[in-house]
């Protein structure tokens, strides 16, 4: 009898590991999805001891689903594009752009840049970091930068305050 229920505990315990292994293992073939529309954001408070509100910003980033990537800023005069290239989910935790070129990061033209992110907010809200060895004139300057990305969603209805 004590063997029978040693038996049934060790297959119960068995049985529980495998499917958390299994669970596991199916959420990490879950691919990452990035493309979209991104808009820059910072946080802006009165403080110098809180973070404050998170604000958005004039910078966009376009990750179209063929692989391509466009930044662009919003200026008074109109939009202009500020770098472009290829990108490709790496990992989990990791995509690369190849930039074709950049005018506000020169130094990076014809490179691949990883770019280190973290999803939150239900994958709405990007988190990245990416390594600068140089700035543009060729100086090194060895630091990590940090931007903070919000997906551009489509609201159910038209705004009635848009101005276009």
Known sequence: MKIRYFLSLMVAMLLGTMSTVVAQDIEEKVPVTLNGV????????SSPDIPGELKTSN?????????????????????IIIGYGTYKVESPEVYSETIEKNIHLPQLDGKKNELHFK??????????????????????????????????????????????
Do not use: H, T
């Open 38 to 45: 991104w808009q820059m954001c910072f946080y802006r408070s």
């Open 59 to 79: 910078s966009l980033k376009i990750l179209s689903d063929d692989g391509r990537f466009c930044n662009l800023v919003m200026m008074p005069q109109g939009a």
């Open 119 to 164: 999803l939150e907010d239900n994958g709405n809200l990007m988190y990245i970091k990416y390594f600068l060895a140089q700035d543009k004139d060729g100086n090194q300057v060895d630091s990590w930068c940090y931007e903070i990305w919000k997906r551009v969603e489509m609201p159910e209805e038209y705004p009635e305050n848009i101005i276009r």
